[in-house]
Antibody, heavy 115, light 107 residues
Framework: QVQLQQSGAELVKPGSSVKISCKAS????????MHWIKQQPGNGLEWIGW????????KYNQKFNGKATLTADKSSSTAYMQLSSLTSEDSAVYFC????????WGQGVMVTVSS | DIQMTQSPASLSASPEEIVTITCQAS??????LAWYQQKPGKSPQLLIY???SLADGIPSRFSGSRSGTQYSLKISRLQVEDTGIYYC?????????FGGGTKLELK
């Protein structure tokens, strides 16, 4: 069965970076886009972008250009998202989800930006 | 960016009632629309894709429809386990955009 296992919660300082992971299993990792979605506390969902692990192609929501960097490691079937220059506005839960239709989601990673 | 205007923002209904949630797209998105349910502390779950297709394992009381650029999710015979927040998502063009969500509570 398809599973997306995300890394644990992060407490990070303003101005720093963080890299969170999403390990895929139960399907051919290189055949499906992996999407990332942000959810701030008490708020709705915001699409960040996707990566196609087969060739590393990426597409970002322009709002997250320079903020999020998506990568993928085919050898470990793991997708990564690095968030840089963190501020309090980046405190949120971040989900990975597999295309098509975002039918499979990771459990989410809570990132807290605080000094 | 395509705006997805979702209504109502919240709704309270009784078990066995029929409820309808709508999303209005700011431009044509064809059938590139999906619906999700999210329960507190959980990841969203796909209910409907391609505007009208029921996702695997989803009860048949959930259905989706389209009229032009307005999309609807209908839940017939509401059950207690249907509480949660519902979101629509357009994936017609980048950036993909979600509706603002509808919080469904049972009376």
């Amino acid at each position: 069965q398809v599973q997306l296992q995300q890394s644990g919660a992060e407490l990070v300082k303003p101005g720093s970076s963080v890299k969170i992971s999403c390990k895929a299993s139960g399907y051919t990792f290189t055949s499906y886009d992996m999407h990332w979605i942000k959810q701030q506390p008490g708020n709705g969902l915001e699409w960040i972008g996707w990566i196609y692990p087969g060739n590393g192609n990426t597409k970002y929501n322009q709002k997250f250009n320079g903020k999020a960097t998506l990568t993928a490691d085919k050898s470990s079937s793991t997708a990564y998202m690095q968030l840089s220059s963190l501020t309090s506005e980046d405190s949120a839960v971040y989900f990975c989800a597999r295309s098509g239709n975002l039918g499979y989601w990771g459990q989410g990673v809570m990132v807290t930006v605080s000094s | 960016d395509i705006q997805m205007t979702q209504s109502p923002a919240s709704l309270s209904a009784s078990p066995e009632e029929i409820v309808t949630i709508t999303c209005q797209a700011s431009q044509d998105i064809g059938n590139w629309l999906a619906w999700y349910q999210q329960k507190p502390g959980k990841s969203p779950q796909l209910l409907i894709y391609s505007a009208t297709s029921l996702a695997d394992g989803i009860p048949s009381r959930f259905s989706g429809s389209r009229s032009g650029t307005q999309y609807s999710l209908k839940i017939s015979r509401l059950q207690v386990e249907d509480t949660g927040i519902y979101y629509c998502l357009q994936r017609y063009s980048n950036p993909w955009t979600f509706g603002g969500g509808t919080k469904l509570e049972l009376k």
